[in-house]
DNA sequence: CAGAAAGTGGCACTGAGTGTAAAATTCGAG
DNA sequence: CTCGAATTTTACACTCAGTGCCACTTTCTG
C-alpha cells in the first residue's frame, strides 16, 4: 500500500476512534467536529472530507458491514435462502466479536441519541433494499411482489436490529441470540414459500 | 375553541403548507427555514418555535397518524391481533385517502432526501414500538420473546411502509394494497402463534 | 378596563457543512 | 536525487439550522 493510502486510512481510524472517546466522556452534543478533528491531529476541514457528517462518525461500523454481508451471502451462494441469511449474519457476527468493545460503545452513543438513531434506521433501509434483492433475486415485477419480498427483508431486519441492541446492551455473544432471531424465521420464510413468494 | 388555538392551529397549517409548496418548487435544500416563514407570514424565529426542525415540517403526518392508529386500535378491542392492526390500518388509510394529494407530495419530497428519509425511518421506528407494544400487550420479560414481538412488529412496519411508498408512487387505492400486505402476514401470525409467542 | 399569561419578533450566538485558493506532501520520470 | 505534476491538507470566509434571551404584542381572566 502507498504511503497516501496509509496515511488516509489511519487519519480516518483517529478520527472514528476519537469521536467516540470524545463522545463517550463527554456527550455526543458536547463535542464538536472541530474537538474531534483536534483530538484526531487534523484540521476541522480535513476531518469533514473524511466523514461527511458529525454523524457519520459513528456509521463506520453498521456501512462496513455490508459489504462483508454481500461477501458472505456470495460464498454460501450454495444454501438456500434463510440458511443463506443465517449464515452471512454468523459471518458478521463473528467478525465483530473479534473486538466487540468499540461496537458496543458505538452503538450505546448513537442509540441515545434521537438523531443518531435516525440515521442508524436509514442505514438498516440501506440492509433492508439489500436483504430484500437477495429474496427476490430480482427486481420485483409486480407491487404484489415487491410488498411480499419487502414485508420479508423488514422481518429479518427488525430481527437483527433488535438482536443487536440486546447484544450491545448485555454480555452474551451474538451468536445464540441470532439463531432464536433466525429459528422464529424460519418459520415465516416456509410459510411464505407456500404462499407462492419466489425464492430463489 | 378560544382565538389563541385557532390562531396556534392556523399557523401551524400555514406552515407545513408553505413549506410543502416551497419543497416541491425549488428543491428542499433550496429552501431556508426563512423563506417558509415569510412565506407563511411569521418570523423565522416562531417559525422554530411551531417545528424545532426543518424536517419536521415534513414530519406532520406520519406523527399525525399514530394518535390515529392508537385509537383505532382502542376500537376494535375485540378483534384478534392480526384484525386489528389491520382494521387500524385501513381506517389510517381511510383518513389519507380524503385528501392525499398533500401526503403523496410530502412524502416525495421525504423519500428524495436520504437525511428526511432517515427521519421517516426514525418515525418508522415509533411505529415498531407501538406495533410491538400492541402485539406482546406487556414489556418483554426474556430477549427472546422482545425479539419475537420486534420481529413481527417489523415485519408489519415494513409492509406498511412499502404500501405507502407504492401508493405514494402511484395511483390506485390505498385499501387493497393494505390487505395484499395483511395477507401475506397473517401466515407469519400463525405461524408466530403455534411457536408460542403470546397474541392477546 | 387592568393585570397576568401566552405568544411573537428581533438579535446575537454556536456549530455543521461547503467553496475556494494557497501551501504542503507524495508520486513518478528521468 | 531532483523536478514538476498530482493529490491532500489547511486556512478562511460564508450560509444556514437551531437556540437563548428579552422586549413587545396579543389574548385571556376577573
Redesign the interface.
Known amino acids: 500500500m502507498s504511503v497516501r493510502e496509509t496515511n488516509k486510512q489511519r487519519t480516518r481510524h483517529a478520527l472514528a476512534n476519537a469521536a467516540v472517546d470524545l463522545f463517550t466522556q463527554r456527550g455526543y452534543d458536547a463535542v464538536t467536529m472541530a474537538d474531534v478533528a483536534e483530538s484526531a491531529g487534523v484540521s476541522r476541514r480535513t476531518a469533514f472530507r473524511y466523514f461527511a457528517s458529525k454523524d457519520d462518525l459513528l456509521m463506520e461500523y453498521p456501512l462496513s458491514w455490508l459489504p462483508l454481508f454481500d461477501e458472505a451471502v456470495e460464498r454460501h451462494g450454495d444454501l438456500p435462502l434463510p440458511d443463506r441469511l443465517r449464515a452471512a449474519s454468523h459471518a458478521i457476527a463473528a467478525h465483530i466479536e473479534v473486538d466487540p468493545e468499540p461496537v458496543k460503545r458505538a452503538m450505546a452513543i448513537a442509540l441515545s441519541q ?1 438523531a443518531l ?3 442508524y ?2 442505514v ?2 440501506q440492509w ?1 433494499d439489500r436483504i430484500a434483492t437477495e429474496i427476490a433475486g430480482e427486481p420485483p415485477e409486480s ?2 411482489e ?3 419480498t ?6 429479518v ?3 437483527i ?3 443487536l441492541e ?1 447484544w450491545a446492551a ?1 454480555d452474551e455473544p451474538m451468536s445464540p ?1 441470532l439463531d ?2 433466525f429459528d ?2 424460519d ?2 420464510f ?3 414459500r ?2 407462492k ?1 419466489e425464492l430463489r
Open positions: 434521537p438513531a435516525a440515521r434506521a436509514a438498516a433501509r433492508i407491487p404484489e415487491a410488498v411480499r419487502r414485508v420479508l427483508a423488514s422481518a431486519m427488525g430481527m436490529d433488535t438482536t440486546l448485555g441470540l432464536v432471531g422464529l424465521l418459520g415465516a416456509t410459510q411464505a407456500q404462499s413468494v
